[in-house]
């Protein structure tokens, strides 16, 4: 996490136009995936196909057992209709490229067959943001801080971004919050009233 800095909205559009390439569609899904639900770069890289959808429909909910988290305990996210498309754009293209699309298989498959590693979708992240020319910080903790970000951003509760990160204490999420010059100048704006 030390280093890792939140993305602004145009850093995200920068970050997903320079996604290119023969695994555009898969590296997309990771980086839309990071940034709708909030996961964990090790949870991410391990997510299953019957983890994220039901008969080639993506679920509404991601459910993670406790033996898969951090924290130990269970967790239930929501699925949102952006993080839904590129699931179901993922399922298509894994079945174009005559990847396994078994509940068990990963949805991020590496070249070996099992599950990407943190390190690939590392150098993923890594090559899209020097291709959209982002300045540095930008890592694989970077989407999970531009998700708690954007959310206090636009007026949802620590506690609803403490349980969408999985954190046992508020001061954890806290951490994870960047506070950019718009929040600062709305900060000073609300005492004018």
Known sequence: MKGARPLNQCEVRALLRSIRGSYAVRDRCLVE???????????LVRLTVGQVSHA????????????EMKSRRGHTIPLNSPARARIEEMLRWKKHMGEPTELTAPLFRSREGGCMTTRRAAQIISSAADRAGLEPGVSTHSLRKTLATTLMERGVSLRVVQELLGHRELATTAQ????GRKALEDGVRMLET
Do not use: D, T
């Not at 995936?33 to 949870?43: C, W």
């Not at 080639?56 to 033996?67: E, I, S």
């Open 56 to 67: 080639g429909r993506p679920l509404r909910y991601l459910r993670l057992p406790a033996r």
């Open 176 to 179: 994870y919050l960047g506070v």
């Open 33 to 43: 995936l990071g940034l709708n639900v909030g996961l964990r770069i090790s949870n």
